[in-house]
């Protein structure tokens, strides 16, 4: 799996329920990273040109009204769940 290259919110921002969309959207090989995914990709987040600070969402649920998502401010990595309605930046993954 790697990342896609390309500007750092290549998807832009949308709900949860949207994020997915906007991924396969820009390329019908790609989709949004699940929590583990994308916790990894901050290692290379300069490398990759993931933006500060941003909220990014992955695939993994946390609940029926919940999602994960990824922080990328000074927490480098920080998990937190959120509403699926809450605009957040979707950074999509090629299969």
């Known amino acids: 799996v790697a990342p896609m290259p390309s500007s750092p919110n290549n998807a832009g921002e949308a709900s949860w329920t949207s994020a997915t969309k906007l991924c396969t959207d820009a390329d019908s090989e790609s989709r949004l990273p699940n929590i583990n995914e994308l916790s990894a990709m901050m290692i290379n987040m300069d490398i990759i040109n993931l933006s500060r600070p941003s909220l990014f969402w992955s695939s993994s ?35």
């Open 61 to 95: 649920v946390f609940n029926s009204e919940r999602a994960w998502n990824v922080e990328t401010q000074a927490s480098y990595g920080y998990r937190i769940s959120a509403e699926k309605s809450h605009m957040k930046s979707a950074r999509c993954i090629k299969r």
